[in-house]
């Protein structure tokens, strides 16, 4: 029991599909083809179907995701862009990035999630019509749209979300980058839905580490509607509609032929992979059922099948059980330790310590456990003995 755990393992999968991942690279070569092409065409297929969306726009990165969606889906320079504080900073550089401004709504504490109370509040008493226009009572801006993070990797409530934003007339558009395959049961619509397909559009990255995650860059906008997946395509291509055809200013924001097909390749194992990550989940549960007291696991919502992009629990000593971890080779992350409003990059924004006290207060607690489809029972084992040995001496 001597084994070093890392925190997450990007070699093992890699290993297993080597040879089909060599034959991507070989094809490309053969056919000459690296941006864009048939093999992107296709990915693109295949992910809209496994998303239950219509439509699939490979770009660059997750990030590009964002910024495209926002553009195609109409928030201009000067609106406001509502969001949570607990997420990868992705999620505001892209509403900046649109031109933006963002704000922000506290989480629930129990899914790390947005909280749809904290955004009907918000509607309610921090804005005011205005000329038919939805606007920020402080800054006199308009409020275009809502973006709901699916933190890791469990889809945020999205029918009380959906129907703020349907009255308030409000863009929805998913943060699904940590969230590929997760699913909501829409007691609205009375079935269950997948990640990508309940907002106007919704962002996917394929960085690495996320549960699809390219041997590189590359990310993703789903879509049932028509003219944001065209306006996507042209915003990724320098706003050309043909070659050398420029209707707008647009971006260098395309996939990449390989990491498409790379992407083929790792999409007919999603689902086997996240079955791995959700038994992994369970058998940290049962693990520490036992000992309970002083670990806060995440909460299953009976409405949601997460897919466990991270297993995050809270503990009060989060930084001494770190060190410990780390002491018995364990490697452990945080998700993320400074809540956005407190960030640096975001002093302009004029937002105190004490503005959203949720997010700041699970800030201090929360650690992502080692996590990732091929985690062996042992494994997590250890991890649990050195956790209960933490917690009983604290
Ligand atoms: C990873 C991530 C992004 C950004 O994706 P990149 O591909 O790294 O640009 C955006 N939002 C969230 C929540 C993420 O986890």
Redesign the pocket.
Known sequence: MNQSIPFLDLATPHQELKEELTEVFTKSLDIGGFVGGPMVEQFEREFAAFCDAERCVGVS????A?RFAFIAAGIKPGDTVVTVPN??I??TEAISQAGARPDFVDIDERTYNMDPEKLREYLETQCCLDDGALKNRKTGLRVAAVVP?H?YGQMADMDPILELAERYKLIVIE?A??AHGAQYFSKKENRWRKAGSMGVAA?F???PG?NLGACG?G?AVTTNDVEIDRKIRTLRDHGQSKKYYHDVEGYNGRLDAIQAGILSVKLKRLTRWNEARCEAASRYRQLFGIIDRGVVLPEASANTLPVYHLFVVRVHERDKLMKHLAAATIGTAIHYPIPLHLQQAYRHLGLRNGSYPISEKVALEILSLPMFPSLKPDEQKKVYIEIAAFVAAE
Request: net charge negative; with cysteine; glycine share 10%.
């Open positions: 990165n997750g990030t590009d964002l997420t990868f992705a999620t993070v933190l943060d980058c940590q962002a990255s394929f960085y996320k860059e990310g």
